[in-house]
């Protein structure tokens, strides 16, 4: 299994980005997607999951809640993190992670993990 993150750049705060994680191989046994995040300095933190046990569950850390959107689209094989009212402190490597998990969370043993996409906020 490949993930490949797409969509990171520079923005100024308050605007969005709509960052892309599109997977290959042998896709049938993921279930559970998640996107992380690592800022300079700082430990790996988790962003938003989808999947497990009902296909279209999803959580958010309380950071990004009624900012960021998470979703699957399964005919793709790409999951989508859109960022909205972009601020500083979210700037980071963003990382998408899948694995064979039905219990999703940030907590998951994620099996497969990308290469990262850089998101810069500026104020």
């Known amino acids: 299994v490949q993930l490949v993150e797409s969509g990171g750049g520079s923005v100024q705060a308050g605007g969005s980005l709509r960052l892309s994680c599109a997977s290959s191989?042998?896709?049938?046994?993921?279930?559970?997607f998640g996107w992380f995040r690592q800022a300079p300095g700082k430990e790996r933190e988790g962003v938003a999951t989808?999947?497990?046990?009902?296909?279209?569950?999803?959580k958010y850390a309380d950071s990004v809640k009624e900012r960021f959107t998470v979703s699957k689209d399964n005919a793709q094989n790409t999951v989508y993190l859109q960022m909205n009212s972009l601020k500083p402190e979210d700037t980071a490597m963003y990382y998408c992670?899948?694995?064979?998990?039905?219990?999703?969370?940030?907590?998951?043993?994620?099996?497969?993990w990308g290469q990262g996409t850089q998101v810069t906020v500026s104020s």
């Open positions: 992670a899948a694995g064979s998990s039905w219990s999703c969370t940030f907590k998951t043993a994620f099996n497969y």
């Open positions: 191989g042998n896709t049938y046994n993921l279930h559970c």
């Open positions: 989808i999947g497990g046990a009902d296909p279209q569950s999803t």
